[in-house]
C-alpha cells in the first residue's frame, strides 16, 4: 500500500506554488521534505492532506483522496502545522479532542482507553493535566505527536516538527517517529531543513525548490549537486562509519 | 487512571454549574420578592406555589415574573450567542453586537416607529420590523463571506461595516422623525425586560433551546477550533460551515431577543470572559449562559430598585455595571 501524488499542481492566485509534483510514498517509510523556505513544502502538505484543493492527483490504496470531505481524510491523513493556536486546553483533552474523526457525538471508554495508552507509551503522564500553554517546546512537539497518533491515521503530514528543539529533544522526536513507523506501519512525511537528521532517519528524501521537484531519491542514490541546485550552497558528503554527513563549504 | 483524574476534575466543575444555578435561582426569587410592594418571602411562596388569590399573586404573577423570567432568558441567550461568537470568530470582544445586530434592529424599529400610523395596529410592528432588519443584515454579512470566505476577519469587518451603515440609516430617520416619534425611537433602544409578556418569553425560550441544542451538538468542534482551522479542518470539521451556520443561527437567536426587549450591552461580551475565569473551557457554553442569566436578573434587580419611584431601563444599568467589570477584567490581565 502506498501514498501516490501524481502531477500536483496549485497556484494562489496568479502564483504557481507546486509545478507538476509526483512522487510515491510506501508503508513504513518516512519521507524528508528539504528545500529553502519558500520552495512549496507546506502547501504541498496541505495539499495532500485536503486542505487546499489542487490540481492532479492524491491516490492512497486506489481511493482518491482529493475528492474526499474532512470528515473522510481526517480518517486517513494527519496533518500537523507548524504552530497551532493557544488553546487554554489541557495536554490530556487536546489529545483526547483529535479522536474526533473516530467519535460520533460523543468521547467514549474507548476512547479514554486509547487517549491514556498513548499517553503512558509516550512518557507524558506527567504533563497530562497541564495546560498546553504552560509546557515547554520539547514537551509541546510530543504532545503534538500524541495527538497524531490518537487520530490514528496511516498518513501522517508533519510541518517542522523540530522547530525550536534543541539537539537531544530533536533526535528523540525522531527516534520516537522513526519507532513508531516500524511499530504501526505508517507513511510519514516530515518538512524539514537539518540535513543530517534527514541522512540520519529518512527513507526518502524529496528535494524541492520554487515548486519543482529537484530531485527524489532513497540516500543511497543521494547525487553531490542535488543539494546545490535545491539550496543553492555548495556541500560535501562525507562517509562517516557508514553513515553520511553533509557539511557546508565556508 | 490519568483519564479518571481528568474526569474527576471534569466532575468537580459540574458542582460549579449547580452553584450557578442556586444564584440564578436565588436572584430571580429575590426580584419576584423586591420591588416598590414589598412581599414577604412567605407571601411569595404561597403565591407561587398556591396561586393564592391576593394582590401579591397579581402582582408577582402578571409583573415580576414575566420581567424577571424576560431578563433570565434575554441574558442567558444572549451571553450563549456572545459565547458562541468569541469562539467561532476567534475574538475575545465578539458579542451578539458585532456583528452590527444592534444598530440593523434599531433602524427596523425606528422605521416601524416612523411610519407608525399605517403599522401601530398591530402591537409587534416595532418588533417584527427590528427582527426582520436584523436579519436582513445578517445576510448581508452571509453573501459578503460567501462571496469571498468565511474567515474570522471577514465576519468582523462586514459586521462593523454593517453597523456602520445601519447606524447612518437610522440617523436619516431620526433627523426627518418629529419629536414625538424621536422619543419613542429613543425609547425604544433603551433595552427593559418589562416588555415582554408570556406569549413573548414563550418564544424566546421555544428560540433559546432549538439554538441551545444546536450550539452543544457542535461543541466538540468549537474546542477544535481552538486549534487553529487547519489543525480543525484536518480532524474533519468543515470550518468555514460551522462558523457561517453558527453565526447566523447567533444571530437569528440574539435578534429575537433584542426585538423584544431592546438593546441590552455588555452580558453578550462579558458574561462569557467571566464563565471561562471561573469554569476555565469546561461546559463554557452553558456556563456563560447562566453567568449571562444571573448578571441580567441582578442588573434588572437594581434598575428596579436602586432610584426610589423610578424604574431604570436595565440597558443603562448593565453598561453601568458592565464597563466598570470590563475594566477590572482587563487589569486582572488573562488567568
Same mark, same amino acid.
Given at each position: 500500500?502506498?501514498?501516490?501524488?501524481?502531477?500536483?499542481?496549485?497556484?494562489?492566485? $496568479?502564483?504557481?506554488?507546486?509545478?507538476?509534483?509526483?512522487?510515491?510514498?510506501?508503508?513504513?517509510?518516512?519521507?524528508?521534505?528539504?528545500?529553502?523556505?519558500?520552495?512549496?513544502?507546506?502547501?504541498?502538505?496541505?495539499?495532500?492532506?485536503?486542505?487546499?484543493?489542487?490540481?492532479?492527483?492524491?491516490?492512497?490504496?486506489?481511493?482518491?483522496?482529493?475528492?474526499?470531505?474532512?470528515?473522510?481524510?481526517?480518517?486517513?491523513?494527519?496533518?500537523?502545522?507548524?504552530?497551532?493556536?493557544?488553546?487554554?486546553?489541557?495536554?490530556?483533552?487536546?489529545?483526547?479532542?483529535?479522536?474526533?474523526?473516530?467519535?460520533?457525538?460523543?468521547?467514549?471508554?474507548?476512547?479514554?482507553?486509547?487517549?491514556?495508552?498513548?499517553?503512558?507509551?509516550?512518557?507524558?503522564?506527567?504533563?497530562?493535566?497541564?495546560?498546553?500553554?504552560?509546557?515547554?517546546?520539547?514537551?509541546?512537539?510530543?504532545?503534538?505527536?500524541?495527538?497524531?497518533?490518537?487520530?490514528?491515521?496511516?498518513?501522517?503530514?508533519?510541518?517542522?516538527?523540530?522547530?525550536?528543539?534543541?539537539?537531544?529533544?530533536?533526535?528523540?522526536?525522531?527516534?520516537?517517529?522513526?519507532?513508531?513507523?516500524?511499530?504501526?506501519?505508517?507513511?510519514?512525511?516530515?518538512?524539514?531543513?537539518?540535513?543530517?537528521?534527514?541522512?540520519?532517519?529518512?527513507?526518502?528524501?524529496?528535494?524541492?525548490?520554487?515548486?519543482?521537484?529537484?530531485?527524489?531519491?532513497?540516500?543511497?542514490?543521494?547525487?553531490?549537486?542535488?543539494?546545490?541546485?535545491?539550496?543553492?550552497?555548495?556541500?560535501?558528503?562525507?562517509?562517516?562509519?557508514?553513515?553520511?554527513?553533509?557539511?557546508?563549504?565556508? | 487512571?490519568?483519564?479518571?483524574?481528568?474526569?474527576?476534575?471534569?466532575?468537580?466543575?459540574?458542582?460549579?454549574?449547580?452553584?450557578?444555578?442556586?444564584?440564578?435561582?436565588?436572584?430571580?426569587?429575590?426580584?419576584?420578592?423586591?420591588?416598590?410592594?414589598?412581599?414577604?418571602?412567605?407571601?411569595?411562596?404561597?403565591?407561587?406555589?398556591?396561586?393564592?388569590?391576593?394582590?401579591?399573586?397579581?402582582?408577582?404573577?402578571?409583573?415580576?415574573?414575566?420581567?424577571?423570567?424576560?431578563?433570565?432568558?434575554?441574558?442567558?441567550?444572549?451571553?450563549?450567542?456572545?459565547?458562541?461568537?468569541?469562539?467561532?470568530?476567534?475574538?475575545?470582544?465578539?458579542?451578539?453586537?458585532?456583528?452590527?445586530?444592534?444598530?440593523?434592529?434599531?433602524?427596523?424599529?425606528?422605521?416601524?416607529?416612523?411610519?407608525?400610523?399605517?403599522?401601530?395596529?398591530?402591537?409587534?410592528?416595532?418588533?417584527?420590523?427590528?427582527?426582520?432588519?436584523?436579519?436582513?443584515?445578517?445576510?448581508?454579512?452571509?453573501?459578503?463571506?460567501?462571496?469571498?470566505?468565511?474567515?474570522?476577519?471577514?465576519?468582523?469587518?462586514?459586521?462593523?461595516?454593517?453597523?456602520?451603515?445601519?447606524?447612518?440609516?437610522?440617523?436619516?430617520?431620526? $433627523?426627518?422623525?418629529?419629536?414625538?416619534?424621536?422619543?419613542?425611537?429613543?425609547?425604544?433602544?433603551?433595552?427593559?425586560?418589562?416588555?415582554?409578556?408570556?406569549?413573548?418569553?414563550?418564544?424566546?425560550?421555544?428560540?433559546?433551546?432549538?439554538?441551545?441544542?444546536?450550539?452543544?451538538?457542535?461543541?466538540?468542534? $468549537?474546542?477544535?477550533?481552538?486549534?487553529?482551522?487547519?489543525?480543525?479542518?484536518?480532524?474533519?470539521?468543515?470550518?468555514?460551515?460551522?462558523?457561517?451556520?453558527?453565526?447566523?443561527?447567533?444571530?437569528?437567536?440574539?435578534?429575537?431577543?433584542?426585538?423584544?426587549?431592546?438593546?441590552?450591552?455588555?452580558?453578550?461580551?462579558?458574561?462569557?470572559?467571566?464563565?471561562?475565569?471561573?469554569?476555565?473551557?469546561?461546559?463554557?457554553?452553558?456556563?456563560?449562559?447562566?453567568?449571562?442569566?444571573?448578571?441580567?436578573?441582578?442588573?434588572?434587580?437594581?434598575?428596579?430598585?436602586?432610584?426610589?419611584?423610578?424604574?431604570?431601563?436595565?440597558?443603562?444599568?448593565?453598561?453601568?455595571?458592565?464597563?466598570?467589570?470590563?475594566?477590572?477584567?482587563?487589569?486582572?490581565?488573562?488567568?
Amino acid at each position: 500500500m502506498s501514498l501516490e501524488v501524481k502531477n500536483m499542481s496549485f497556484s494562489y492566485k $496568479y502564483n504557481k506554488i507546486l509545478k507538476d509534483v509526483s512522487f510515491v510514498a510506501k508503508k513504513g517509510e518516512l519521507l524528508a521534505l528539504l528545500g529553502p523556505n519558500g520552495a512549496g513544502k507546506t502547501t504541498l502538505l496541505k495539499c495532500i492532506s485536503g486542505l487546499l484543493k489542487p490540481f492532479g492527483e492524491v491516490i492512497f490504496d486506489g481511493r482518491l483522496l482529493n475528492k474526499m470531505s474532512f470528515k473522510e481524510i481526517s480518517k486517513i491523513v494527519s496533518y500537523f502545522a507548524q504552530s497551532s493556536g493557544n488553546s487554554g486546553l489541557s495536554v490530556f483533552e487536546s489529545i483526547l479532542l483529535s479522536r474526533k474523526p473516530h467519535i460520533k457525538n460523543s468521547f467514549s471508554a474507548k476512547d479514554y482507553a486509547i487517549v491514556q495508552s498513548i499517553i503512558k507509551m509516550l512518557n507524558i503522564a506527567h504533563l497530562s493535566l497541564k495546560k498546553l500553554d504552560h509546557i515547554s517546546g520539547g514537551e509541546a512537539q510530543k504532545v503534538r505527536i500524541a495527538q497524531l497518533l490518537a487520530q490514528e491515521s496511516k498518513i501522517l503530514l508533519i510541518d517542522e516538527p523540530l522547530n525550536n528543539l534543541d539537539l537531544k529533544n530533536q533526535i528523540e522526536v525522531m527516534r520516537l517517529l522513526k519507532s513508531l513507523i516500524v511499530q504501526k506501519n505508517l507513511i510519514v512525511i516530515v518538512a524539514m531543513h537539518d540535513l543530517n537528521i534527514a541522512f540520519n532517519y529518512a527513507d526518502k528524501l524529496l528535494f524541492l525548490r520554487d515548486g519543482y521537484v529537484i530531485d527524489f531519491c532513497s540516500l543511497e542514490q543521494l547525487d553531490n549537486c542535488v543539494i546545490d541546485k535545491t539550496y543553492g550552497v555548495k556541500m560535501d558528503i562525507l562517509n562517516q562509519k557508514g553513515k553520511k554527513i553533509c557539511i557546508p563549504y565556508f | 487512571m490519568i483519564a479518571k483524574t481528568y474526569l474527576k476534575q471534569k466532575r468537580i466543575k459540574l458542582f460549579y454549574l449547580l452553584a450557578l444555578v442556586i444564584i440564578l435561582f436565588v436572584l430571580i426569587f429575590a426580584s419576584v420578592m423586591i420591588g416598590s410592594y414589598n412581599i414577604s418571602v412567605y407571601e411569595c411562596l404561597k403565591a407561587l406555589v398556591f396561586k393564592a388569590n391576593s394582590n401579591s399573586e397579581l402582582v408577582i404573577w402578571q409583573m415580576r415574573l414575566p420581567q424577571a423570567l424576560t431578563a433570565s432568558l434575554a441574558g442567558g441567550g444572549l451571553a450563549l450567542c456572545g459565547a458562541v461568537l468569541q469562539v467561532v470568530l476567534k475574538n475575545p470582544l465578539a458579542s451578539p453586537f458585532t456583528l452590527g445586530i444592534s444598530s440593523s434592529s434599531a433602524f427596523g424599529a425606528a422605521l416601524a416607529i416612523f411610519f407608525g400610523s399605517a403599522f401601530l395596529k398591530n402591537p409587534y410592528a416595532v418588533s417584527f420590523s427590528a427582527f426582520l432588519s436584523s436579519l436582513i443584515a445578517t445576510f448581508i454579512i452571509v453573501f459578503i463571506s460567501k462571496l469571498k470566505n468565511a474567515s474570522n476577519e471577514t465576519l468582523i469587518l462586514s459586521g462593523v461595516a454593517i453597523g456602520s451603515l445601519f447606524s447612518a440609516l437610522l440617523a436619516i430617520l431620526q $433627523y426627518f422623525s418629529s419629536d414625538t416619534q424621536i422619543s419613542a425611537i429613543i425609547f425604544w433602544m433603551f433595552g427593559d425586560c418589562s416588555r415582554a409578556s408570556y406569549h413573548e418569553i414563550f418564544v424566546i425560550f421555544v428560540l433559546y433551546i432549538l439554538s441551545f441544542l444546536f450550539f452543544l451538538k457542535n461543541s466538540i468542534d $468549537y474546542k477544535l477550533l481552538l486549534f487553529g482551522d487547519d489543525q480543525a479542518k484536518s480532524l474533519g470539521v468543515n470550518v468555514e460551515n460551522l462558523r457561517l451556520t453558527s453565526m447566523v443561527i447567533a444571530s437569528l437567536l440574539s435578534a429575537s431577543i433584542v426585538a423584544f426587549v431592546g438593546i441590552i450591552g455588555f452580558v453578550g461580551l462579558i458574561a462569557p470572559q467571566v464563565a471561562k475565569r471561573i469554569m476555565g473551557l469546561d461546559y463554557f457554553l452553558i456556563s456563560s449562559s447562566i453567568t449571562g442569566s444571573i448578571f441580567l436578573v441582578g442588573a434588572d434587580l437594581l434598575a428596579k430598585n436602586v432610584l426610589q419611584n423610578v424604574v431604570l431601563p436595565v440597558g443603562i444599568v448593565t453598561s453601568f455595571i458592565g464597563a466598570p467589570a470590563f475594566f477590572y477584567l482587563i487589569i486582572r490581565g488573562k488567568k
